[in-house]
């Protein structure tokens, strides 16, 4: 059953559609939540939230449309929500996005299971020393895949915004490794 | 995406979230809490459908094809095979019959039907969905030397179905189908199920459909967009193949996009279809057998023809740099990482301007490359003579602005040792995007087949408003409207609507005039319905119907629970729908009435006749149809409109003479409307504006509700915006309500 036909069984009373979209989507929009929350539980409440929500609203979906952007884009909100209502976005800024961001560019150049998996620990821990607003623009910039226009959309700027947002980490970027290259 | 970033967040994650991890029976125990759309009891056989696994499976164009209904298109060449009579099983109250199928040199292909006993629908409760253990297993057919053909695709309606597997040996004729997991069937039934199928050669008079095969006209590929700024490898042939067959009555087309050598890839855009009047024609969808093609349409079989297919798509074409060009560039004899170097050379590659703006050496042993080129330049492919790529590499091109002149774009290569002094890039070629092409061919379909008929030449009934010929609102209105409100004029009744609430799982609802005054809050629930003499609200809540007096503010639960409920003309009796089946409930007592199930798939309320006695409703078989039903005596009548919304969801007007509807527009949706004959048929709200499927007539019938739908930026619902619109004057106007309008009463 594709997403297609998953919806329009879902549209059509049909729960054998949710329940396709839910295990075809579900680990990933759980780490997402949980890399926005950093608590399981609460990921796994916004997931089924977002998922109901979808199910409340899909009558009116338009099935043209792909589901999996729309789906994240409920999970991620969702979870922000949730967040939010239990005032777990108070967490002090100690590392900026654009640090963050740095950290995952290694991503690309580390070579070896042991580096790898320390650059995951320094990026978790910078993760948490994050907002959950902030999170969020990892979440959908590197976990999900958006696009700079549904980044825009999604955080509600402009592309231009965005733009210069990866610009100034790029920049950033590369004087972090720069500098650490130094002895 | 930056892969190995998303691997590492992914990683990160998994040390909490494991790959099993599984919420659908928390979403479902929920949803079982608040059973507002549990699917009743129909058997509806879920079958793991597999996404299209076929992709090796290619019926050669000119090749004798026919489709055979209902199955499929069928290869005879080679020894077609078909099932020498259907198979049916009877277990506590399931029927489940195998009915048709045939195998051929491509596939094996079986269609199901699955029945419950009457005693067993409505008002059983459904099994619990948490009860029912999750099944991944899928259908397989199980050969007589032990081996099985797995299903490679499958799928259908729930009461109808098509399993298609791989062909069946050249020598075998017996085969057991196993079903191992049937869904919803009422409590105590069997969920897995076998079948001994016997299969033998077609009889010589078995007869398919022909399928025709269509051929554009020479050279007729033309670019929509920009030129770029060379002329570009564009396609002059289409490449897409189109065969057409008639069935039943419709006219399915279908084909494949070729992808030819590997240097070009195809994206088809769109496909629109108009009459020979140049209307647009509805497209439907198409009946069960072409899911292996890459592309098929269906449109009903009474158009004036020669219809006018156009095709749209983009192509991204590899450009070979011929003979490849060099670009030196010096970085010393120990670079520095993080050391930049500004280069900024321009080259011409295959014609498009492309300029290195700088290197930097990056990680220990990588570089980072940042190039400017145009923006239909999607990728360059390059390689640095000095050193060996490891990793890294492929550019990805930033998407450009609208508008913008350049894209900039940066790639970093990976080397086992970086190289140093001067290193030269050898630049091979380019992918360029293509601008949009189009093509068009005119069809007619071959003598012998059915020509058009009274539904697309009628005229309008006698006494009917003159239909205004242009459409009414298209997104360029719906915009001045949104950005400069007219002053509403004055409209009859109350309007009940819908508001999502954060955190809430059902939205509140509201009653208040068109112009926003007298709001009131009736409380949560969805599919609203306004009484006849709009005293009453009958809405849907997480425990049930709920009835509210509109006049003294009070609420009183009603057993049972549906969706889209319609008010009958007298007020005692509501039409609604639950999955399949629709149903009418008497207010005074909640007796419930089971008024006819879907066959193919769901069944739509769509309005009550003056009498009382008759309803409307749409089915879908193949795109939704305009049905009536006699209540009393349970006969059916086709009435001929058709439409596509997925929903089905249409609306009588209240002289019975009009119904509103969505309908699929190409690719998206325009609100129309049609006599319930099918005639008259015209476009009220173009697809170009974010309609809703709901609508709604004012009581007078001059007015429909439009409601429009904008995606908010950071939120999870878009702002949604109701606005009027006069079908016959086409006068438009914003209302002053922030919602969903489902129902607007005296």
Redesign the interface.
């Known amino acids: ?2 997403d297609r ?1 998953a ?3 879902l ?6 559609g ?2 396709t979209l ?2 075809r989507y ?2 990933r929009a ?3 939540a ?2 926005i929350s950093g608590e ?1 539980e609460l ?2 409440e916004a ?2 939230e ?4 979808f ?3 899909v ?2 979906f ?3 449309r792909p589901v999996a952007p729309y789906l994240y ?2 999970v991620v ?2 979870t922000l ?1 949730m967040v939010r ?1 239990e005032r777990r976005d108070l967490s002090l800024e100690q590392m900026s996005l654009q640090q963050a961001e740095a950290l ?7 070579e070896g299971e042991v580096e ?1 998996a320390l ?2 620990a320094q ?2 821990k910078a ?1 948490a020393a994050l907002s959950p607003r902030q999170r969020a623009v ?2 959908r910039r ?2 999900l ?1 958006m ?3 549904e980044m ?6 402009s ?2 915004t965005i ?1 210069r947002l990866l610009h100034n980490a ?1 920049g950033r970027l ?2 972090i ?3 650490e ?1 130094r002895p | 995406m930056n892969r190995a970033a998303f691997q590492l967040l992914d990683a990160i994650a998994r040390q909490h979230i494991p790959d099993d991890a599984d919420v659908y029976p928390q979403i479902a125990a929920r949803l079982q809490r608040a059973p507002r759309r549990r699917v009743r009891l129909q058997a509806v056989l879920l079958l793991a459908a597999l996404l299209l696994l076929l992709a090796g499976v290619v019926y050669a164009a000119g090749r004798s094809l026919g489709y055979w209904p209902g199955l499929g298109v069928v290869a005879p060449e080679g020894g077609l095979r078909v099932l020498t009579k259907p198979v049916a099983q009877t277990r506590a109250g399931v029927t489940v019959s195998i009915e048709k199928g045939f195998g051929d040199a491509e596939q094996t292909v079986l269609v199901y039907r699955v029945s419950v006993a009457s005693d067993h629908v409505w008002p059983t409760p459904a099994t619990p969905l948490a009860e029912q253990p999750a099944c991944t297993e899928t259908p397989s057919l199980r050969l007589p030397d032990g081996h099985t053909l797995a299903m490679r695709q499958g799928g259908g309606s729930g009461a109808a179905g098509r399993l298609v597997f791989p062909p069946l040996p050249p020598k075998v004729s017996q085969a057991v189908l196993n079903l191992p997991c049937l869904w919803n069937l009422p409590p105590g039934a069997p969920r897995h199920w076998q079948f001994t199928l016997q299969f033998a050669p077609a009889p010589p008079n078995l007869t398919l459909e022909p399928i025709t095969q269509i051929t554009f006209p020479t050279a007729t590929a033309s670019g929509t967009g920009a030129p770029p700024s060379t002329p570009a490898a564009a396609t002059n042939t289409p490449p897409f193949t189109v065969q057409a067959v008639h069935t039943g009555n419709l006219f399915v087309l279908f084909g494949r996009t070729q992808q030819s050598d590997g240097q070009r890839f195809v994206m088809l855009e769109r496909i629109t279809v108009t009459d020979a009047h140049g209307q647009p024609v509805t497209l439907l969808p198409p009946p069960q057998g072409f899911e292996n093609y890459d592309w098929q349409i269906a449109f009903a079989q009474d158009v004036a023809f020669p219809v006018k297919i156009t095709f749209r798509w983009q192509e991204q074409a590899f450009q070979p740099v011929k003979p490849p060009v060099e670009l030196a560039v010096n970085v010393g004899a120990d670079p520095k990482p993080g050391q930049t170097w500004q280069v900024n050379k321009t080259l011409t590659l295959a014609g498009h301007p492309v300029t290195l703006e700088s290197v930097q050496a990056a990680g220990d042993e990588a570089y980072a490359f940042t190039f400017r080129a145009s923006p239909e330049v999607q990728d360059i492919a390059f390689e640095v003579e000095e050193g060996k790529a490891v990793g890294g590499g492929g550019t990805g091109a930033v998407l450009p602005r609208e508008g913008a002149k350049f894209s900039v774009m940066e790639t970093t290569v990976q080397f086992a040792q970086r190289p140093t002094g001067t290193i030269h890039l050898k630049f091979l070629g380019l992918t360029v995007r293509l601008p949009e092409q189009e093509a068009s061919l005119r069809w007619s379909p071959p003598e012998g087949t059915p020509q058009p008929t009274a539904a697309s030449t009628a005229t309008p009934a006698a006494g009917a408003p003159s239909p205004t010929p242009a459409v009414c609102l298209d997104a360029a209105k719906w915009e001045e409207l949104l950005a400069s409100p007219p002053p509403l004029p004055p409209l009859p009744g109350k309007m009940v609507y819908d508001r999502y609430q954060e955190g809430h799982r059902l939205p509140g609802l509201y009653v208040a005039h068109p112009d926003g005054s007298a709001k009131q809050r009736i409380g949560e629930g969805a599919w609203p319905a306004l009484s006849p003499d709009g005293e009453h609200l009958l809405y849907s809540t997480a425990d049930g119907w709920m009835l509210a007096d509109l006049t003294t503010g009070t609420a009183r639960p009603l057993p049972g629970d549906g969706y889209h409920p319609v008010w009958s003309p007298d007020g005692e009796r509501v039409l609604f729908a639950d999955g399949r089946a629709m149903y009418v409930m008497r207010l005074r007592d909640g007796k419930v009435s089971l008024v006819t199930q879907g066959i193919a798939g769901p069944v739509e309320p769509v309005g009550w006749r003056k009498d009382g006695q008759r309803v409307l409703y749409a089915a879908l078989e193949a795109g939704f149809h305009l049905r009536e039903r006699d209540l009393r005596d349970g006969t059916r009548k086709d009435l001929g409109l058709t439409f596509n919304n997925k929903a089905g969801y249409a609306v009588l007007s209240p002289d019975e003479k009009w119904v509103a509807f969505a309908d699929l527009q190409g690719t998206t949706w325009g609100l129309l409307i049609a006599h319930p004959d099918g005639s008259a048929r015209r476009l009220i709200v173009a697809s170009d504006v974010p309609v809703a499927f709901i609508t709604a007539w004012s009581p007078d019938g001059q007015w429909l509700v439009v409601n429009t739908t904008t995606p908010m930026p950071g939120q999870a619902m878009p702002k949604r915006r109701p606005f009027v619109v006069n079908p016959f004057t086409c006068a438009a106007y914003p209302l002053p309500l922030e919602g969903m309008v489902d129902g607007w009463g005296p």
């Open positions: 059953m594709d036909e919806v329009a069984r549209q059509a009373g049909d729960l054998s949710l329940e839910v295990r579900q680990v759980l780490r997402a949980f890399l399981r990921a796994e997931v089924q977002a998922f109901l929500r199910y409340r609203g009558r009116r338009d099935p043209s884009r409920i909100n969702t929500n209502r995952l560019a290694q991503a690309e150049t580390v790898r650059l995951a990026i978790e993760l990892i979440v590197y976990y895949g696009s700079e226009q825009a959309d999604a955080m509600g700027v592309r231009g733009k790029r590369r004087r490794l720069g500098e290259q």
